[in-house]
Antibody, heavy 121, light 104 residues
Framework: EVQLVESGGGLVKPGGSLRLSCAAS????????MNWVRQAPGKGLEWVSS????????YYADSVKGRFTISRDNAKNSVYLQMNSLRVDDTAVYYC??????????????WGQGTLVTVSS | ENVLTQSPGTLSLSPGERATLSCRAS???????FAWYQQKAGQAPRLLIY???NRATGIPDRFSGSGSGTDFTLTISRLEPEDFAVYYC?????FGQGTKVEIK
């Protein structure tokens, strides 16, 4: 069974830093891209960042570029999101999601339950 | 930047009725990377449809997706009580703003 478990969320002051982790199990982690998607309270989904299976490529939303860094450790079956210079509008539930692909399409096929990040003074 | 606009914002229907949700792209897009997700209150999103028309594993056949170019549709043929939720379309890095399907 595929499982994704996020951790590391919490309350942080504006300008502070936080590192999120996502522990994966139930599949060959090193074969899949991984993603972070966030959801501000009462709002819709916003893609944040992606990393390819061997960390060759990383991608970021404009809203977090230069402040957030995605990384992974295939030996530990984990993906991370280092968040620096946090702002109030970064407050959200952060989901880890697996990037699955068929022959012709790619999608986010499994999601964790999310970890809440609150940025407030 | 391609924007995905979902309509309506809220759909009020009764169990057993048909639901038709729309997602319009601001520019023509390939259907290859177009997907629909369902999110119930307090839960993570769940993949429903990928490649615009392919049901994900375990998704009942009352859910169907169609469309190409700029216009995509998610249809729920007969609403079950567990289908009342928020639905999002997505293509690559962009999500639509969501359509809430609520009980009338």
């Amino acid at each position: 069974e595929v499982q994704l478990v996020e951790s590391g969320g919490g309350l942080v002051k504006p300008g502070g830093s936080l590192r999120l982790s996502c522990a994966a199990s139930g599949f060959t982690f090193s074969s899949y891209s991984m993603n972070w998607v966030r959801q501000a309270p009462g709002k819709g989904l916003e893609w944040v960042s992606s990393i390819t299976s061997t960390s060759t490529y990383t991608y970021y939303a404009d809203s977090v570029k230069g402040r957030f860094t995605i990384s992974r450790d295939n030996a530990k079956n984990s993906v991370y999101l280092q968040m620096n210079s946090l702002r109030v509008d970064d407050t959200a539930v952060y989901y880890c999601a697996r990037g699955g692909c068929s022959a012709t399409s790619c999608y986010l096929d499994y999601w964790g339950q999310g970890t809440l990040v609150t940025v407030s003074s | 930047e391609n924007v995905l606009t979902q309509s309506p914002g809220t759909l009020s229907l009764s169990p057993g009725e048909r639901a038709t949700l729309s997602c319009r792209a601001s520019q023509s897009i390939s259907s290859n990377y177009f997907a629909w997700y369902q999110q119930k209150a307090g839960q993570a999103p769940r993949l429903l449809i990928y490649g615009a028309s392919n049901r994900a594993t375990g998704i009942p056949d009352r859910f169907s997706g169609s469309g190409s170019g700029t216009d995509f549709t998610l249809t729920i043929s007969r609403l079950e009580p567990e289908d009342f939720a928020v639905y999002y379309c997505r293509r690559m890095w962009t999500f639509g703003q969501g359509t809430k399907v609520e009980i009338k």
